[in-house]
Every structure is written in structure tokens, then in C-alpha cells.
């Protein structure tokens, strides 16, 4: 009886430990889940930001060049 008792209390031990660590595990994963997709918004978010900057860069100097070229046949007569 004594030693099935103490089987008892191993297995239950054994068993609570495989759960806690099942559990920190699944925690990890969730973190790193999260954290991939963060970057991955990060990221998109850059791109996003960086082509719209571009695009305004070039619109500003197509403009300006045009608005010289447009002064300048204003200026000449």
C-alpha cells in the first residue's frame, strides 16, 4: 500500500512536471508567433513608407522641373 502510495505521488509529480513544461513550451510559442508577426507588420509597414516617399520625391521634382520650365517660357516671352 505504502509503495503504491509513493507510485501514486512519482506518477502525479512526473505527470504535473510534463504539463508545466508542455505549457511553458506552448507560452514560447505563442511569443514567437506574436513576435514573427510583429516584424512582419514592422516590415510591411517600411515598405510601404519607403515606396511612398519615393513616389512623392519624384512627383515633387517632375512639378518643380515643370514649374521652371513653365517660368522660364513665362520669363522669355
Known sequence: MR????????A????TEA???SASELQRDVELRS????????NRQGRV?????????????????IGMFELLLWVMS
Not at 49 to 65: E, Q, S, Y
Request: cysteine-free; charged content about 30%.
Open 3 to 10: 509503495q503504491s502510495l509513493t507510485q501514486l505521488e512519482r
Open 35 to 42: 513576435r514573427r508577426r510583429e516584424l512582419e507588420r514592422t
Open 49 to 65: 513608407r519607403f515606396w511612398a516617399l519615393v513616389v512623392v520625391l519624384v512627383a515633387v521634382a517632375v512639378g518643380t522641373a
Open 12 to 15: 502525479f509529480i512526473e505527470q
Open 19 to 21: 504539463q508545466e513544461d
